[in-house]
């Protein structure tokens, strides 16, 4: 793993100082832009410590391969990679664990994105395999504005392994298929429960197939036969918010 990395964006950095301002090492601002959260920003880092430096547009560029950084880049610490254990702990913590496994989600725009609804949904993890899946890259914190930061996000090693340990820890777990019979209104979403997303254009593996409780589908009633896995991912999470919701009135 990279001894250190590069982080950016508002709400990225916000997060950061908010939840883990000891990974901070250095911060970077574009010179003479006035802005209130900016200047939050480079205070809260002073407070900590943290070396500011003011730079010309380029400079940020350079630093982030052009990314839209916001006038804010930052040298930090890598996050701790969460694994098996960790998931255990979150499990038993928890009287109705809710859980969002992506499957194999390469994209880092689709992963930050999924993590962003997952924030907003109150999941209490992320899970993805350590293969095949994109990673926390300051392309995914970006996306997840701040949400990367926030939501435990935790790689295992085998993922069918880790379902059968859901299950037996009470989790149930509902995957999303195509070729389902029932669909996601249709489907009871309320207890412990994880709900697992395929990857972009071929869905769920076989062997992560073969480990769901249950499978249900969206809707679809156009000319498209899916919809990109971050829309679906939200559109799944908050029917399991909505329907929590009403047995808890």
Known sequence: ???????????????????????????????????????????????FGVSVQFCQRRTLDDKVEGAQHQGVVARAKPARVLDESDLDAIVAANNAPFLLILDGVTDPHNLGACIRSADGAGVHAVVVPKDKSAGLTPTVSKVACGAAEVVPFIQVTNLARTLKELQQAGVWVVGTAGEAEQTLYQARLTGPMALVMGAEGKGMRRLTREHCDELIKLPMAGSVSSLNVSVATGICLFEVVRQRQMTSS
């Open 1 to 47: 793993m990279a001894q250190t990395q590069w982080l950016y964006g508002i709400h990225a950095l916000e997060a950061l100082l908010e939840r883990e301002p000891e990974r901070l090492l250095e911060l970077f601002v574009l010179k003479g832009r006035d802005d209130q959260r900016l200047i939050d920003i480079v205070n809260q880092a002073r407070r």
